[in-house]
């Protein structure tokens, strides 16, 4: 019985960046949920109504986007945001503010790359 070779791992390809992908902004996070075994998020964002008469403007929660994501991805997902945390974790303990610019430049930098 002959042996089968390990299989090998497959090289990713390149990441491409066409800077014209749409962006999402959240103030929350609604919800997760396993669908047909996706992870499925949903985010939204408070939005206020235009101001009528003397009344304030009456602010709204709205579904901003649902982010479907396969489980390998949201395994991928979750790494990059135990790493995000420990950078904060080690910035706070530094003394740094939460959101300084240390901060948020270690953390916009891709898992494993370094200056």
């Known amino acids: 019985m002959a042996e089968n070779p390990p299989p090998q791992q497959q090289q990713r390809p390149q990441l491409e960046d066409p800077l014209h992908e749409k962006e999402v902004f959240a103030s929350e996070v609604v919800g997760a949920a396993l669908v047909h075994g996706n ?22 929660r709205v579904i901003a986007s649902r982010l479907v994501l396969t489980s390998p991805a949201a395994g991928q997902l979750l790494n990059n ?15 740094a503010k939460p959101g300084a610019p240390a901060a948020a430049a270690a953390a916009a930098k891709p898992p494993g790359k370094s200056n």
Request: glycine fraction near 6%; charge should be positive; hydrophobic fraction near 45%.
């Open 39 to 60: 992870v499925v998020i949903t985010l939204a964002s408070v939005r206020f109504d235009e101001p009528a008469a003397n009344t304030p403007p009456k602010p709204r």
């Open 81 to 95: 945001l135990q790493q995000l945390a420990s950078q904060i974790e080690k910035a706070g303990a530094a003394g």
